[in-house]
């Protein structure tokens, strides 16, 4: 039986006046991310991959407990790498397996063609493959949003808050936007990660500033953002 460290996660949409102060009062005791820029933010571009059925997101709008997503990831605008994830969602558990791969295996899995990821020596590469085989991975989505991250390492607290979150059209070119269009206006989702538990003095931090509880994840929020725009389901071409 395989040992995973599963994380709490819980999300909450604030307002722009909301985050600016309880980010006020985050950033006067905890610190900003190492990786993150001299401004303290950073730019984060994920690609989601979902089965020609739409499993991933017609779990998630029925809503079972028990699920996983496929995704590419990456930070800023022209990387050397690029990170290929699974997360896994148990309630309000997740897990996350992440191998990092070359530009060139994920400009081919753009294309449909995932039989580079045989060549990584990584069990997650091989359960892609197979799961692409099998299911018909296709990619579905880009999600775009700015991101700047404050955290607790005695507790593995991370906080974190996400502006200008978009939704893009899915293009052989993964590197330049396709398509862009607004999701949350000028609102800003709060999420805060931690183990086992969270810090009475940070509980009561982030309570201090009380937004709405979400529990739409950033792939189905944008996905319905597009199949707004369109009238359908957009994604799923190779």
């Known amino acids: 039986m395989t040992n995973k460290t599963y994380r709490q996660e819980r999300k909450s949409l604030l307002t722009k006046a909301k985050a600016v102060l309880l ?34 997101y ?14 590419l990831r990456f930070y800023g605008v022209n990387p050397s790498t690029v990170k290929l994830e699974k997360k896994e969602k148990r309630e309000n558990l997740i897990h996350k397996e992440v191998i990092l791969i070359n530009r060139e295996t994920a400009e081919a899995m753009m ?42 390492p005695t507790a593995s607290v991370r906080i974190t808050f996400d502006y200008e979150l978009s939704a893009e059209i899915t293009s052989e070119n993964m590197w330049t936007p396709n398509e862009c269009y607004d999701v949350i206006g000028n609102n800003v989702i709060l999420e805060v990660k931690f183990n ?40 799923g071409k190779v």
């Open 196 to 235: 086992k538990y969270l810090p009475t003095h940070i509980k009561e931090l982030v309570s201090s500033v009380p937004g709405a509880k979400i529990a739409l994840s950033k792939y189905v929020m944008c996905r319905d953002s597009l199949r707004e725009k369109h009238g359908y389901l957009v994604g």
């Open 58 to 71: 017609q779990e998630k709008n029925m809503g079972i407990s028990d699920r996983e997503k496929i995704r």
């Open 111 to 152: 294309k449909g063609d995932f039989t580079m990821l045989l060549y990584y020596d990584a069990p997650l590469a091989k359960e892609v493959y197979a799961k692409a085989m099998a299911t018909g991975l296709v990619p579905v989505v880009v999600v775009d949003y700015l991101r700047k991250a404050y955290v607790y």
């Open 23 to 56: 980010e006020q009062r985050i950033a006067a005791v905890l610190p900003l991310d190492d990786h993150a820029s001299q401004d303290g933010t950073y730019r984060i571009r994920s690609i989601y991959f979902d089965t020609v059925a739409n499993s991933a």
